[in-house]
């Protein structure tokens, strides 16, 4: 096993334990909530590693998903008590949502607050931290084979995440009872029926981080106007 699956499986881990200490929070507002978006990003990670297993050249992947799991942690972890206008600005609108719920909040309020965590991650953070392993691949501090596209663009990002958000949807459901229940009944079987609408949108999603993680690396002013926008504001 190379080092870069190991430490990407140690990834999982640690976002696991993250997700078991939101879940053992009292439920105030901004406490229990996160593991919401915790328990997805586990889902996600475990099914990308699994599809990554059957993958001829893994190590670039591999050594994204530390980096990647580094910015949910400047964008999460690290902010779930500090002013609003000093977390990461993709992480904004996340964080403006969580301070205002609990797990007793609406269903919708939850999805919506799902909906922003992903949004950030995927289609922000990823690109960074694809263009952080770019940079240590021309450095020399890397040694691993080129990056294949198929593993962030394509039906093996696209089937891991499908795959995620139904075993996501199911893990929460086994949670609820009553009206929350029927509700995530019914949107897992929206998932399947609706898929040919929202899986383009998050490959969109991961396709424009991907570019973006190319322009970083080339420096363009472009790039480096959008790498401002990552950064948190002064205190």
């Known amino acids: 096993m190379t080092a870069e699956r190991c430490g990407a499986e140690a990834i999982l881990g640690r976002i696991e334990a993250d997700m078991q200490r939101f879940l053992d929070m009292e439920d105030d507002r901004n406490g229990r909530v996160h593991s ?3 328990g997805l990003y586990v889902q996600t990670t475990r099914h990308w590693l699994a599809e990554l297993a059957e993958s001829e050249a893994p190590e670039f992947a591999y050594a994204v998903i530390p980096r990647f799991y580094a910015l949910y942690e400047e964008g999460v972890l690290r902010h779930l008590e500090t002013p609003v ?3 990461p600005r993709q992480w904004r609108m996340y964080h403006r949502l969580a301070r205002r719920l609990t797990m007793r909040s609406p269903i919708s309020a939850h999805l919506a607050l799902i909906s922003l965590g992903a949004r950030a991650h995927i289609r922000h953070d990823l690109g960074i931290a694809i263009a952080q392993v ?3 691949v021309e450095a020399g501090r890397l040694t691993i084979p080129v990056i294949d596209r198929e593993q962030f663009v394509g039906s093996l990002s696209a089937r891991a995440f499908l795959k995620a958000a139904l075993d996501y949807v199911d893990w929460h459901r086994q949670r609820q009872s009553g009206w929350r229940w029927a509700v995530l009944g019914g ?3 929206g998932l399947i029926v609706l898929r040919r609408i929202w899986v383009p949108v ?3 999603w991961r396709r424009r981080a991907y570019d973006d993680g190319q322009a970083l690396v080339a420096e ?3 790039a480096r106007a959008r790498v401002e926008t ?3 504001a002064e205190p």
């Open 202 to 204: 998050m490959e969109g």
């Open 230 to 232: 990552f950064r948190p």
């Open 134 to 136: 770019l940079r240590e």
């Open 187 to 189: 949107y897992g079987r």
């Open 220 to 222: 363009t002013p472009e």
């Open 85 to 87: 206008r000093q977390v």
């Open 36 to 38: 919401l978006f915790a």
